[in-house]
């Protein structure tokens, strides 16, 4: 028999780490698509190895994009300074149409590797604001999916797996813990050193310690200062 098959978005994050570890206990075959997309540093990307290795992703990808080409961001633009305290709106850390460009990718993969599923990390409770983390963008994107590919045109649906949507970070880390995921290998700071050690003070490091204290469990990451 076949295995069936996923392809899972792995940044190398605590939620992304996650989803690979709930994609795996469904019984799937993972393949975890990272991009190396001219973000602020490539600590991630290292920790998304260690994760694949880890969590036993069956092939771990990273395609290059240049999204400084185009910057808009504090995360693809140096002049653009990460926010360390809480701001109203979207933030500058939004990517423009990051999401988009990235599902997209893993679209293709997946049509080539015959996998009916998608997983990606999105959130819409502990999440910095981002559209294109909603659960209507997620709706709309698998419909344009089935529209758009050979793979959905013959009747094979394609699915956007977005299992993390409407739990809180304390939730996440209460799941991934159950699954064994080891959040020491994972980096979710915006501006993490070299070394993966974290700021401490930009949105998603509030959020990931918040997220920890709250879920009773110690936080293995490593704070600056």
Request: with cysteine.
């Amino acid at each position: 028999m076949t295995a069936k098959k996923a392809v899972v978005l792995l940044s190398g994050g605590l939620d992304s780490a996650t989803v690979l570890a709930m994609a795996r206990a469904e019984g799937y075959e993972c393949y975890a698509l990272g991009f190396d997309y001219g973000q602020r540093h490539s600590a991630e990307l290292v920790a998304a190895q260690r994760v694949a290795a880890d969590l036993g992703a069956r092939e771990h990808k990273v395609v290059k994009l240049d999204l400084r080409a185009i910057g808009g961001s504090a995360l693809t633009d140096d002049n653009i300074a990460v926010p360390e305290e809480e701001t109203s709106g979207i933030p500058v850390t939004y990517v423009p149409a990051r999401n988009t460009v990235f599902l997209s990718i893993a679209l293709g993969w997946a049509e080539v590797l015959e996998a009916r599923d998608i997983f990606v990390g999105v959130n819409a409770v502990d999440y910095s604001g981002y559209p294109d983390c909603r659960p209507e963008y997620i709706d709309s994107f698998e419909k344009m999916a089935n529209l758009a590919t050979r793979a959905g045109v013959e009747g094979h649906k394609l699915r956007i797996r977005a299992p993390l949507m409407h739990m809180s970070k304390a939730d996440i880390v209460r799941r991934g813990t159950e699954l064994g995921v080891d959040y020491s290998l994972t980096v979710s700071c915006y501006q993490a050193r070299p070394d993966g050690g974290a700021c401490g003070r930009c949105d998603s490091c509030r959020l990931r310690a918040a997220g920890f204290a709250e879920a009773g469990l110690a936080d293995p990451t490593v704070y600056a200062g």
